[in-house]
T-cell receptor, first 114, second 111 residues
């Protein structure tokens, strides 16, 4: 167990709706990264949060947004859901401040968009 | 970008040693090499990380030659529960520290 938790575990939405996914980072970690993993593919980087600010973003549209809170937990928000947003959403936490930063993943949230 | 290349799939039998090699010709000076294991519908699990030479932990060993253009993950005496996808990654040295996952190596362990 990594100590990274995510909620909910599963979620079903319809096209056009909005969704919020949550992540609690491992104790002592100050950085949270979010990834999207489509079936049969490797995880794709969405964005990263450090000190409550977005600190890097992958090739995802603005309808993917996020927050990091003072306790380092984080939310991923997706607006105007599309069918292709169906995927496993992974949160990873790490400690920024070391040269050797290791990201530890949570169990993921499975999102199905109908 | 430091892109990695690894075999799409490998087969092995219980009790055998498995070596998965990853090439990363464009690895940057400050990049570390990290391996993750992933079971279906679960988050990737950190296995091992290294910068050069050899790193060993209770799960695996990681061999990195002097030029660092490749690395080999060694799993001793695999069991059925080692059936998973294994990802080799190098950190993007852009300050973003975003992990770039390829397609990984699907390891199937047979009894």
């Amino acid at each position: 167990e990594t100590g990274v938790t995510q909620s909910p575990t599963h979620l079903i939405k319809t096209r056009g709706q909005q969704v919020t996914l949550r992540c609690s980072s491992q104790s002592g970690h100050n950085t949270v990264s979010w990834y999207q993993q489509a079936l049969g593919q490797g995880p794709q980087f969405i964005f990263q949060y450090y000190r409550e600010e977005e600190n890097g973003r992958g090739n995802f549209p603005p309808r993917f947004s996020g927050l990091q809170f003072p306790n380092y937990s984080s939310e991923l928000n997706v607006n105007a859901l599309e069918l292709d947003d169906s995927a496993l959403y992974l949160c990873a936490s790490s400690f920024r401040g070391e040269s050797q930063e290791t990201q530890y993943f949570g169990p993921g949230t499975r999102l199905l968009v109908l | 970008l430091a892109k990695t290349t690894q075999p799409i799939s490998m087969d092995s039998y219980e009790g055998q040693e498995v070596n998965i090699t990853c090439s990363h010709n464009n690895i940057a000076t400050n990049d570390y090499i990290t391996w993750y294991q992933q079971f279906p519908s679960q988050g990737p699990r950190f296995i091992i990380q290294g910068y050069k030479t050899k790193v060993t932990n209770e799960v695996a060993s990681l061999f990195i030659p002097a030029d660092r253009k490749s690395s080999t993950l060694s799993l001793p005496r695999v069991s059925l529960s080692d059936t998973a996808v294994y990802y080799c990654l190098v950190y993007l040295d852009t300050g973003r520290r975003a992990l770039t996952f390829g397609s990984g190596t699907r390891l199937q362990v047979q009894p």
